[in-house]
């Protein structure tokens, strides 16, 4: 199970619950559920082997980017610390709207070597596979994915091994 960024809103963390929903059995308005309940309530309801959550950090033009990267990977490594339980980060390695940028091999760079500084014990690639046209929902426009369509290298996939050897 693959756990939301802390930028999800209060009704995604709380799976669409529309005005209350239970947290460590006492019920909160969604509108007060923080992304600290949500992970301590999969923690405690999953009791998960490691925790992976998404964060995708580039955004815009380059440089620009997500203001809070280290606040997320803090509250993930405080939480699975406490928990005694590895986490796994995904790397942003493709853009899929028009305002996802698509990361250079210094960004992807950058998002591992925070991971690892932050602790991480696995590290995922979204996207690995460029999504067939008719499987992409509205609105998303994939752009280069470390396979493409047919299951062919691109250029990301030479990123990723570039990647890969630096782990």
């Known amino acids: 199970i693959n756990l ?21 059995n006492q ?39 997500m203001a809070d990267p280290l606040v997320q990977l803090d509250t993930i490594r405080r939480k699975t610390v406490e928990a005694g339980i590895p986490f796994w980060v995904f790397i942003q390695a493709t853009s899929w709207h028009k305002t996802v940028c698509f990361p250079t091999i210094p960004e992807m760079m950058w998002q591992i070597s925070t991971a690892l ?17 008719g499987d992409v929902p509205e609105g998303e426009g994939y752009t280069e994915s470390i396979l493409d369509a047919n299951g062919n290298p691109t250029q990301r996939y030479y990123y990723m091994q570039y990647a890969n050897r630096h782990l």
């Open 27 to 65: 019920m909160v308005g969604c509108d007060h559920y923080t992304y600290e309940n949500y992970i301590d309530d999969y923690l405690r309801i999953v009791q998960p082997e490691y925790l992976s959550y998404d964060y995708y950090p580039m955004q815009g033009d380059f440089p620009e980017m």
């Open 117 to 133: 500084a932050y602790g991480a014990k696995g590290v995922q690639y979204f996207s690995y596979a460029t999504p067939i046209n």
């Open 4 to 24: 939301f960024p802390m930028y999800a809103d209060e009704k995604q963390l709380a799976g669409g619950e529309k005005d209350r929903i239970n947290s460590g």
